[in-house]
């Protein structure tokens, strides 16, 4: 448009330097330039309306003198008109019109001013755009900056789920893998290995922590019992004072009370000279027991008085006879515990099943009362065994598919 302009006004200067000099000599007027007109005498314009040797004392053509100049004006041919004052108007609006020579005619100077301020408010719309796309941009690359980085935390997270996820079922794995191995070396018999592995999948499945050191904790006491007796039973019955006076019934009041121990290796279990609480029968590992015998006040092991404990063997035979012998002075004697006579030391890791003296006291006091009342002892744990009515032990149970704690 400013191109088009620009052309337009060079024809309107050009035609009023003609009427300029046409006004000043005689047989030229207004009408001369008429198509319908063509007499006169024009010999005088271009020399009074210089182009190509410009004279601004004659006629000054300021910014349309390259119009002018340059044929655009006398040419025919359209593209070449086009663009030319395309670039043009392009240039000078590029540049604000600082290349602009002006005359001084007043609406040339008024199409320079308008030239100089139209381009200045389209360089200020270009910035403004320009900072509004910058804007944009820098919004959008923030919110695929803030996308990116939720993508990457969700990936790590997912991430670390998977680890979590993978570290738990390889130690759900190993964790059955070492209760297999211990269900095999007890031989268990098939019934109790489908009911702990019952108790063991469903214990796995709610994400808490087992293994077989702590199995007990997480089975049903039915399932304890039986594995004490399947365990424990033939121990019992080959301890001789214990075959010698009690029945089978009795011996599995004994089980049922019996709990799991363990001792690492190199271990003093009990001490020669210590009070005897509770009488050990093995079930995994090697133990020894021996006396010592003092010579110039130095004591020294007796290699005659050793004895090697392995899978089967008892500890604490005197607890179990002097037990047995309270009969019905039991609650009055119980803390007077016999005295062991031999050091009980773990050689390799050791896993056993305790009788507690109080547990042995309660258990002859039931037998006593059933004997004097001339009926059977209770079948029921729960009235002898310290670990089922005594307040201050805390035992965990697991039923059906939940965890509750019983003090």
């Known amino acids: 448009v400013i191109g088009a302009f620009w052309y337009f006004f060079s024809i309107e200067r050009e035609i009023a330097c003609w009427h300029l000099v046409c006004?000043?000599?005689?047989?030229?007027?207004?009408?001369?330039?008429?198509?319908?007109?063509?007499?006169?005498?024009?010999?005088?314009?271009?020399?009074?309306?210089?182009?190509?040797t410009p004279n601004t004392t004659l006629?000054?053509?300021?910014?349309?003198?390259?119009?002018?100049?340059?044929?655009?004006?006398?040419?025919?041919?359209?593209?070449?008109?086009?663009?030319?004052?395309f670039w043009w108007g392009l240039r000078n609006l590029s540049s604000f019109g600082q290349g602009l020579q002006t005359s001084n005619y007043l609406w040339e100077s008024c199409f320079a001013i308008f030239i100089s301020i139209f381009g200045l408010l389209?360089?200020?719309?270009?910035?403004?755009?320009?900072?509004?796309?910058?804007?944009?941009?820098?919004?959008?690359?923030?919110?695929?900056?803030?996308?990116?980085?939720?993508?990457r935390r969700k990936e790590k997270q997912e991430e670390e789920k998977k680890k979590l996820a993978d570290q738990r079922q390889k130690k759900q794995k190993k964790a059955k893998d070492d209760i297999q191995v211990w269900i095999q070396k007890?031989?268990?018999?098939?019934?109790?290995?489908?009911?702990?592995?019952?108790?063991?999948?469903?214990?796995?499945?709610?994400?808490?922590?087992?293994?077989?050191?702590?199995?007990?904790?997480?089975?049903?006491?039915?399932?304890?019992?039986?594995i004490k007796s399947h365990l424990c039973l033939d121990i019992l019955r080959n301890v001789p004072v214990l075959?010698?006076?009690m029945?089978?019934?009795?011996?599995?009041?004994?089980?049922?009370?019996?709990?799991?121990?363990?001792?690492?290796?190199?271990?003093?279990?009990?001490?020669e000279g210590e009070p005897l609480d509770r009488a050990y029968f093995i079930t995994r590992g090697t133990a020894w027991t021996y006396n010592t015998t003092r010579t110039n006040g130095e004591a020294t092991t007796s290699s005659s008085q050793s004895k090697w404990l392995e899978k089967g063997g008892f500890f604490g035979e005197e607890l179990i006879e002097w037990g047995l012998d309270l009969g019905?002075?039991?609650?009055?004697?119980?803390?007077?515990l016999p005295l062991s006579s031999k050091i009980f030391k773990s050689h390799t890791k050791v896993e056993a099943y305790a009788l507690m003296a109080n547990d042995l006291k309660n258990i002859v006091s039931q037998i006593n009362d059933a004997a004097s009342n001339d009926s059977s002892p209770s079948p029921n744990p729960g009235l002898y065994c310290s670990d089922l009515k005594n307040a201050f032990i805390t035992t965990q149970v697991f039923?059906?598919?939940k965890f509750h704690w019983h003090i």
Do not use: H, W
Request: aromatic share 10%.
């Open 328 to 336: 019905q002075q039991a609650s009055s004697d119980i803390f007077n």
């Open 59 to 85: 006629f000054d053509f300021g910014i349309f003198l390259e119009a002018l100049q340059s044929g655009i004006v006398q040419s025919s041919n359209l593209p070449q008109k086009f663009f030319f004052c």
């Open 23 to 52: 006004g000043n000599q005689n047989g030229c007027g207004r009408n001369s330039f008429s198509c319908a007109n063509s007499s006169g005498n024009y010999t005088s314009l271009d020399a009074s309306c210089p182009i190509n």
């Open 399 to 401: 039923q059906g598919s």
């Open 186 to 226: 007890n031989e268990f018999c098939d019934d109790i290995k489908n009911r702990i592995n019952e108790i063991v999948d469903e214990v796995l499945e709610e994400d808490i922590n087992v293994n077989a050191e702590n199995l007990f904790l997480v089975l049903p006491a039915k399932l304890k019992n039986d």
């Open 122 to 151: 389209l360089f200020l719309y270009f910035l403004e755009n320009l900072k509004t796309y910058m804007r944009l941009a820098t919004k959008s690359s923030e919110e695929d900056r803030k996308k990116a980085e939720k993508e």
């Open 247 to 271: 029945n089978e019934p009795e011996l599995k009041m004994i089980c049922d009370c019996l709990k799991p121990v363990s001792y690492e290796e190199c271990i003093y279990i009990v001490r």
């Open 243 to 245: 075959r010698e006076r």
